[in-house]
């Protein structure tokens, strides 16, 4: 979809899985392993420095001076060995992404569109290649497309991300993106958190009967994205990679990126300094709830909403999400929830629209508490509901 931002034209778009770059030459080079060892990182800016320590594991990080490397050096040489690039294969098609390792034993987490090529087959050969250089095998074990994330299973001995809290995240905090843009396996980036809590709307990657396209406004509903934002480059190929803080911790799977205007002959354009990543606690739920049963649940409110507007008296509050209608029965009504109210706030999160409402529902597990602040004639009321399940939505 397109929105109008400061009057300037911005497309939320998929990283669509890149295809592998053509092979470079063979050539000399320097790898300095990192074998329990500590890389400290510079302190330069009030950064704090980074210590990496990976017994028995080596880093294929490239340092020709290790007298003058940095914290964003430290960061790349402790999670690139927990970051894959993944090719994708079909009958007619393919592609290549990336994902973040989450056990030894070869569990790895990536989007689902990267394993469903955009969402057109589930049908698709899976080959993930270490940044070691071992290239192996692997299978699907479960698919969310509600929150694009699925997770894969190859074989071998792998070295796991360490997660970061991305709660505890704020702007401005420097981040390193590492994934393999346009096929450019190993690649990294860096830049800062531009924003949080940021709502974007996107085709689904569930398998259906035609290609995932950029939700244009109408047809089927777009699926809403709570997500963090980020100046540090991504581009397509990026997709499933990981964002991390300046400790080397997991705080984001990368997701999409926002492209000005359209891209010609057909393809994506790159990055122009916003992408976005899947926040890492909701990363974390949704990959174990697909490791131990195949799938994700989510929440469900069970009420209509829509955006409000500046007749439906806010208060202190421009914005927010209006109740058109209730589901019988349904989570929302049960809580106390109405007809014409108009929720500003979920779990603490200020609500500004419909699709920012519904990303925060979603992000859910099924049967949760929520606390919902609403606007109810002129006055704001607090109510405490507990969700429903989207999987029995009819």
């Given at each position: 979809?397109?929105?109008?931002?400061?009057?300037?034209?911005?497309?939320?778009?998929?990283?669509?899985?890149?295809?592998?770059?053509?092979?470079?030459?063979?050539?000399?080079?320097?790898?300095?392993?990192?074998?329990?060892?500590?890389?400290?990182?510079?302190?330069?800016?009030?950064?704090?420095?980074?210590?990496?320590?990976?017994?028995?594991?080596?880093?294929?990080?490239?340092?020709?001076?290790?007298?003058?490397?940095?914290?964003?050096?430290?960061?790349?040489?402790?999670?690139?060995?927990?970051?894959?690039?993944?090719?994708?294969?079909?009958?007619?098609?393919?592609?290549?992404?990336s994902g973040v390792v989450l056990?030894?034993?070869?569990?790895?987490?990536?989007?689902?569109?990267?394993?469903?090529?955009?969402?057109?087959?589930?049908?698709?050969?899976?080959?993930?290649?270490?940044?070691?250089?071992?290239?192996?095998?692997?299978?699907?074990?479960?698919?969310?497309?509600?929150?694009?994330?699925?997770?894969?299973?190859?074989?071998?001995?792998?070295?796991?991300?360490?997660?970061?809290?991305?709660?505890?995240?704020?702007?401005?905090?420097?981040?390193?993106?590492?994934?393999?843009?346009?096929?450019?396996?190993?690649?990294?980036?860096?830049?800062?958190?531009?924003?949080?809590?940021?709502?974007?709307?996107?085709a689904s990657s569930a398998v259906?009967?035609?290609?995932?396209?950029?939700?244009?406004?109408?047809?089927?509903?777009?699926?809403?994205?709570?997500?963090?934002?980020?100046?540090?480059?991504?581009?397509?190929?990026?997709?499933?990679?990981?964002?991390?803080?300046?400790?080397?911790?997991?705080?984001?799977?990368?997701?999409?990126?926002?492209?000005?205007?359209?891209?010609?002959?057909?393809?994506?354009?790159?990055?122009?300094?916003?992408?976005?990543?899947?926040?890492?606690?909701?990363?974390?739920?949704?990959?174990?709830?697909?490791?131990?049963?195949?799938?994700?649940?989510?929440?469900?409110?069970?009420?209509?909403?829509?955006?409000?507007?500046?007749?439906?008296?806010?208060?202190?509050?421009?914005?927010?999400?209006?109740?058109?209608?209730?589901?019988?029965?349904?989570?929302?009504?049960?809580?106390?929830?109405?007809?014409?109210?108009?929720?500003?706030?979920?779990?603490?999160q200020v609500v500004s629209s419909?699709?920012?409402?519904?990303?925060?529902?979603?992000?859910?597990?099924?049967?949760?508490?929520?606390?919902?602040?609403?606007?109810?004639?002129?006055?704001?009321?607090?109510?405490?509901?507990?969700?429903?399940?989207?999987?029995?939505?009819?």
């Amino acid at each position: 979809m397109s929105i109008d931002n400061e009057n300037r034209q911005f497309t939320f778009a998929y990283q669509a899985p890149a295809a592998p770059a053509a092979p470079a030459k063979s050539r000399r080079r320097f790898v300095m392993p990192v074998v329990a060892a500590v890389i400290a990182g510079a302190v330069a800016g009030g950064v704090s420095s980074v210590a990496v320590s990976r017994l028995g594991q080596t880093s294929t990080v490239v340092i020709n001076n290790a007298q003058s490397v940095n914290w964003v050096t430290g960061v790349a040489a402790k999670a690139m060995p927990s970051v894959v690039t993944i090719s994708v294969g079909a009958s007619t098609s393919g592609g290549s992404g990336s994902g973040v390792v989450l056990t030894k034993d070869g569990l790895i987490l990536t989007n689902a569109h990267v394993v469903t090529l955009d969402g057109a087959t589930n049908k698709v050969s899976i080959e993930i290649k270490t940044s070691t250089g071992i290239v192996t095998t692997a299978t699907v074990v479960g698919i969310d497309p509600t929150n694009d994330l699925a997770v894969i299973k190859a074989s071998g001995t792998f070295v796991p991300i360490e997660f970061g809290d991305s709660s505890k995240v704020n702007v401005g905090d420097n981040v390193v993106a590492i994934g393999a843009p346009l096929g450019l396996e190993e690649s990294v980036t860096t830049g800062i958190l531009s924003s949080l809590n940021r709502t974007i709307q996107v085709a689904s990657s569930a398998v259906n009967d035609g290609t995932l396209q950029l939700w244009s406004g109408s047809g089927a509903a777009p699926v809403s994205l709570r997500v963090l934002q980020t100046d540090a480059a991504i581009n397509p190929g990026n997709s499933g990679g990981a964002l991390l803080n300046s400790k080397g911790q997991l705080i984001g799977i990368n997701v999409a990126i926002a492209s000005a205007g359209s891209s010609t002959s057909g393809s994506q354009s790159g990055s122009i300094g916003v992408g976005f990543s899947i926040p890492s606690n909701i990363a974390k739920r949704i990959s174990d709830q697909l490791i131990k049963g195949g799938k994700a649940s989510h929440a469900l409110l069970g009420a209509l909403v829509t955006d409000a507007t500046s007749s439906d008296s806010v208060a202190a509050f421009s914005n927010g999400a209006k109740i058109v209608k209730l589901t019988p029965g349904g989570a929302a009504e049960r809580g106390g929830l109405k007809v014409d109210d108009v929720v500003v706030k979920f779990n603490g999160q200020v609500v500004s629209s419909a699709s920012e409402l519904t990303a925060e529902v979603r992000l859910e597990a099924a049967n949760s508490k929520a606390t919902i602040v609403v606007v109810r004639g002129g006055q704001q009321v607090t109510v405490t509901v507990t969700l429903g399940d989207a999987a029995n939505a009819k």
